[in-house]
């Protein structure tokens, strides 16, 4: 069974940066597409970039060229790099992983963009 532990989120002012954490335990991660959702306050959760399992990203368009995502596999993180952070930004932050049939999610992590 793998546990994902997401960290990193908080208060931060419009145009600052984060940088969200997501560990998993088990030895499939190295094989498994990880990626973040997040979910704002009445809105649908949605993807906002994936990573597979060979390090190919994939972004939501409005945080492309903002959002970083890497992955370091000795580690069994990824990370989600965040600058230029806008107000829309807000929302809960999830992080998930992906192999085949099999699919976990971790307990969100809250980002807060305010002035």
């Known amino acids: 069974h793998v546990q994902l532990q997401a960290c990193g989120g908080g208060l931060v002012q419009p145009g600052g940066s984060l940088r969200l954490s997501c560990t998993a335990s088990?030895?499939?991660?190295?094989?498994?597409?990880m990626a973040w959702y997040r979910q704002a306050p009445g809105k649908q959760r949605e993807l906002v970039a994936d990573?597979?399992?060979?390090?190919?990203?994939n972004y939501a368009d409005s945080v492309k060229g903002r959002f970083t995502l890497s992955r370091d596999n000795a580690k069994n993180a990824v990370y989600l790099q965040m600058n230029s952070l806008k107000y829309e930004d807000t929302a809960v932050y999830y992080c998930?992983?992906?192999?085949?049939?099999?699919?976990?999610w971790g307990q969100g992590t809250e980002v807060t963009v305010s002035s």
């Open positions: 998930n992983q992906r192999l085949g049939s099999l699919l976990f």
């Open positions: 088990g030895s499939i991660f190295r094989l498994s597409d």
């Open positions: 990573i597979s399992s060979g390090g190919s990203t």
